[in-house]
């Protein structure tokens, strides 16, 4: 009987073993190949985010003509962006940088401005107030500056087309993935005992309905967050509306944190356009932002992802301090994934020790 169970205990640790082992080689290899890694994973994730709206087409018409219309419109989505938010938003940054020069001599106004209340106000208190001497910066400094911020102009083109490249490859990979979805289910759930692949099934379908809702969502949201920011802006005549609309699109994906560093962005973008402006573009953010909140969220995204507030809030500082910004936008639907498997997996595992004691 001790025989049988210390056999069976070595081939417990020969089981944790090999798997560490698995674990190790899969991480070494994925690590020689980000590239490879990086469209996958993007790939991954367009096919969950298209998912609601081909399974709602699938209803209406057969499977392949529903995903092939879904990214018909994704690719003229992305034609659209390229043709005219692309060239407007390089214009916007080429202008942003030309105009560095006049951002220092406005900052440095501010600074003397907020020295001279200080001395006048304070007279007796000698709080030091460090900022930009313009005038110490001769010319050639200054070109200097604004020719390196020309000059970064090219490695973001450059990033861009390699940004460009994984996504197009992405985007046909994705088109397979949901075009096979039912097979690759099935690889998934024949890794599993033949007493476990119902469970395993049921694994997959929630996981692909809270990664799917949520991404699918969330981009819906940004983008009209961004498109209302930047029409807004531009109504009022700021100049770099369109930066200031892509940046908050991306900032709204980026739970709590978020819309707060991009309202913080935008102060010194509107400072030379004057204090109005500066009001009036963080009231258009604060306000569209609470309107994303309270309307978009709940009638697009629809139920939570099962994560508490505080759990929440974790998942975005542990994300961001460890992956950066993917970190902090896919924290949350990471979480929720922790979530599902811990039910799935450790909880009847944990429940069964229990009973055995």
Not at 154 to 167: P, R, V
Request: aromatic share 10%; hydrophobic share 60%.
């Amino acid at each position: 009987m001790q025989a049988a169970l210390g056999a069976d205990r070595w081939r417990r640790i020969g089981l944790i073993a090999g798997g560490i082992a698995l674990a190790a080689a899969a991480l070494w290899f994925a690590a020689h190949i980000p590239r490879t890694i990086a469209i996958f994973l993007t790939a991954a994730f367009i096919a969950f985010g298209v998912r609601p709206v081909s399974a709602r087409l699938e209803r209406r018409m057969p499977k392949p003509l529903a995903i092939s219309i879904v990214f018909f419109g994704l690719l003229l989505v992305i034609a659209i962006f390229l043709v005219i938010v692309v060239p407007l938003t390089i214009s916007q940054t080429q202008l942003l940088a030309t105009n560095i020069p006049s951002y220092a001599t406005t900052a440095q106004a501010w600074l003397n401005g907020v020295q001279n209340d200080l001395d006048q106000y304070f007279p007796t208190l000698k709080l030091p107030v460090y900022g930009l001497n313009v005038g110490k910066i001769g010319g050639a400094q200054m070109s200097g500056i604004v020719s390196g911020a020309l000059a970064s102009i090219g490695a973001i083109a450059l990033n861009t087309a390699t940004g460009l490249f994984i996504a197009f490859s992405s985007i046909v990979l994705s088109f397979f993935f949901l075009l096979n979805d039912s097979q690759i289910a099935e690889s998934f759930t024949a890794l599993f005992p033949a007493r476990k692949r119902q469970t395993a099934q049921k694994l997959v379908a929630e996981i692909t309905e809270v990664f799917g809702s949520y991404i699918s969502g969330q981009v819906i949201v940004s983008a009209i967050t961004g498109a209302v920011i930047a029409i807004a802006t531009a109504i009022i005549g700021f100049k770099f509306s369109l930066i200031i609309g892509l940046i908050s699109a991306v900032a709204y994906a980026i739970p709590i944190l978020g819309m707060l560093i991009a309202e913080l962005i935008a102060i010194p973008m509107c400072a030379p356009q004057g204090l109005g402006m500066i009001v009036w573009v963080q009231v258009i953010m604060f306000g569209m932002a609470r309107i994303s909140d309270n309307v978009l969220v709940p009638k697009i995204m629809g139920k939570s992802v099962g994560v508490s507030p505080i759990g929440a809030m974790f998942a975005v500082f542990a994300g961001g301090e460890l992956f950066g910004i993917p970190g902090l936008i896919l924290g949350i639907p990471a979480a929720a994934l922790i979530k599902i498997l811990w039910r799935y997996f450790m909880a009847p595992w944990i429940t069964g020790q229990l009973e055995k004691s």
